[in-house]
């Protein structure tokens, strides 16, 4: 059986491991983002995209209506289009809920961990006020945000 001491952690580790975990959770925060802005992206085109192919079609129905196979194209251009822009955003969608759950739980073990860091480790003022801020910008839950 271990005895206590191989319990506890070095002294200023469990702080040094406590920033390797905020730092890696502004990694994946910074990914959260960019599959944020990703979504918003795709979907600005492809609703772009379709409504461009769609207005096509019905000119091309308007003003040439004996070129069924030009609107037919049009029209199924447009479709595909919706498929992959939905498929894209499916996928960006799943990146994006696991980023969040990884920031979510890395933001929780943070908030638990730090007054325990705290006080074995003496924590200046600062360097807890620092901290609490950098925490304080993750989500709190899968939901927020």
Known sequence: MADESTWSAEPGRLGAELEDA???????????????SRM??????????IV???????VTWAFAPGNVAAGVLLAGLAGMSAV????????TKSTRERERRAVVQL????RDLLPVVVEQEAWSELRHVTTRARIARFP???RSR
């Open 140 to 142: 709190i839950s899968e």
């Open 52 to 58: 461009l192919l769609a207005a096509a079609t019905v």
């Open 40 to 49: 918003q992206t795709v979907r600005l085109i492809g609703l772009a995209l």
């Open 107 to 110: 933001s929780r073990l943070a």
């Open 22 to 36: 905020l730092t890696h959770a502004e990694h994946a925060l910074e990914g959260l983002d960019r599959a944020e």
């Open 84 to 91: 992959l822009v939905a498929r894209d955003y499916a996928q």
